[in-house]
């Protein structure tokens, strides 16, 4: 390892780009369980809370804001178990038996006001010929009443018709419909509120249940009930939509009854008024941020948030800053023979290297002694007597013997440097 290298990243650059990460993969979850598909809730001729069409309510949410009190609407199936007023919108083609178990579960939870379907409608911007039609807008088809109705268990044995009669009457108001047949229910657990002389355009449940606001509206005597009762909560049952929708609150009258019946239906608590959506097959799929965070997976959300916690607290406190590695092959002569060295030496055969280099550096005397011996034992002796009659190394012969036979290193650094010190002092 060598000195330190340059990181092309800073610190901040690398927290910043986790931190944009981390929200965008958070954001995406809670899109995920919200429902955040890009697409338009009015579209398509569905009558519920979201709808600006005719047969829609979203007229009937903003007029609730804008008389105070806290309207929202929902996609999450957990939340038509909350202690509020529901609103639900159900289709023609609804289930009796899933709609027959939410009202059995919403008795004890808070009042509920159910708005019977009436119209099958069509997307006016798919029909041909239409040419202009805004978002949201629909044509309205002929007037049907649900079959699934007598089905439903909290309000079984009800009839339901379409009359030939355009007024109604009810909560101390009269007035007339925005359409000439007008849908009403009758039964013998109902207690009308609105009617239009053939039946119940409005009605209550009468389950046993006390309800001090609503039964002297239908002329009922409000009674003392039995304990088990005292916490149950109201039906309603609108079943003329055209009272409340988007085409019915057009009309000043119908729209004050609108009011009103929401403020009966509180029996004077401060609850808030939730739209159900999910009815109309637009419930949203489970938060998977909001999951995340309840149990069983909270353990393993907070192990793996400390995780990242750790990861990222090693990554940008590290032991000093990173260090470039020495490369494995240098280059140049020297490099070239430093390699060759701790090839050697690693694996431990230095005692093969005294042989070899005698006979390199023999060589090498014997030519600058202008020698042209070709036997290694003939030239090795005329060397000796020539560099002996010149007074230079009369030992030369020993010297070839020590560095052929040296095992250590040290050994062999030492002859191989007597021999060195011959060669260094004959001409070249």
Not at 161 to 172: M, Q
Not at 286 to 302: Q, W
Request: with cysteine; glycine share 10%.
């Amino acid at each position: 390892m060598t000195g330190a290298a340059a990181s092309p990243f800073s610190p901040r650059m690398v927290l910043a780009m986790l931190v944009v990460g981390a929200g965008a993969f958070l954001l995406c979850l809670y899109a995920i369980g919200q429902g955040w598909t890009g697409q338009h809730d009015d579209t398509g001729g569905s009558g519920h809370a979201a709808s600006n069409g005719l047969n829609g309510y979203a007229a009937l949410v903003r007029l609730l804001e804008k008389r105070g009190y806290p309207v929202s609407t929902t996609r999450d199936r957990a939340r038509l178990d909350d202690r509020a007023l529901l609103i639900l919108t159900p289709p023609l083609t609804q289930n009796a038996a899933e709609l027959s178990e939410l009202l059995r579960k919403r008795r004890f939870e808070g009042p509920t006001i159910v708005i019977l379907p009436k119209w099958f409608a069509f997307d006016a911007s798919k029909v041909p010929g239409i040419k202009g039609a805004k978002p949201g807008w629909v044509l309205l088809g002929d007037p049907t009443s649900p079959t699934w109705l007598s089905k439903v268990v909290a309000i079984e044995h009800t009839e339901i018709s379409l009359d030939h009669e355009g007024r109604w009457t009810g909560l101390g108001h009269t007035g007339a419909l925005p359409t000439a047949k007008a849908q009403s229910i009758f039964g013998p657990n109902l207690a009308p509120l609105v009617s239009d002389g053939h039946g119940a355009l409005v009605a209550y449940a009468e389950d046993g249940g006390s309800y001090p606001t609503l039964q002297p509206l239908a002329g009922r005597t409000v009674v003392q009930l039995r304990e088990s009762d005292e916490n149950s909560y109201a039906l309603v049952i609108v079943a003329e939509p055209d009272l409340v929708n988007n085409l019915g609150l057009a009309d000043q009258g119908r729209a004050r009854l609108a009011v009103q019946l929401v403020g009966a239906s509180l029996e004077n608590q401060k609850l808030p008024v939730v739209f159900d959506l999910t009815l109309a097959g637009l419930g949203a799929s489970d938060n998977l941020l909001k999951l995340a965070f309840e149990p069983p997976f909270l353990a393993a959300t907070l192990c793996l948030l400390l995780a990242a916690l750790v990861v990222a607290w090693r990554g940008l406190r590290r032991f000093g800053p990173p260090l470039a590695e020495e490369p494995a092959l240098g280059h140049g002569k020297r490099q070239l023979a430093r390699n060759g060295a701790g090839l050697i030496e690693r694996s431990r055969r230095l005692h093969l290297l005294g042989p070899p280099y005698a006979a390199l550096i023999a060589g090498r005397i014997a030519a600058r002694l202008g020698l042209r011996e070709a036997a290694p034992e003939a030239r090795d002796l005329a060397a000796a007597r020539l560099l002996e009659a010149r007074g230079l190394a009369a030992d030369y012969p020993a010297r070839l013997a020590a560095l052929r036979g040296a095992r250590r290193s040290t050994d062999l650094l030492r002859a191989a440097g007597a021999l060195k010190s011959i060669e260094r002092t004959l001409a070249p």
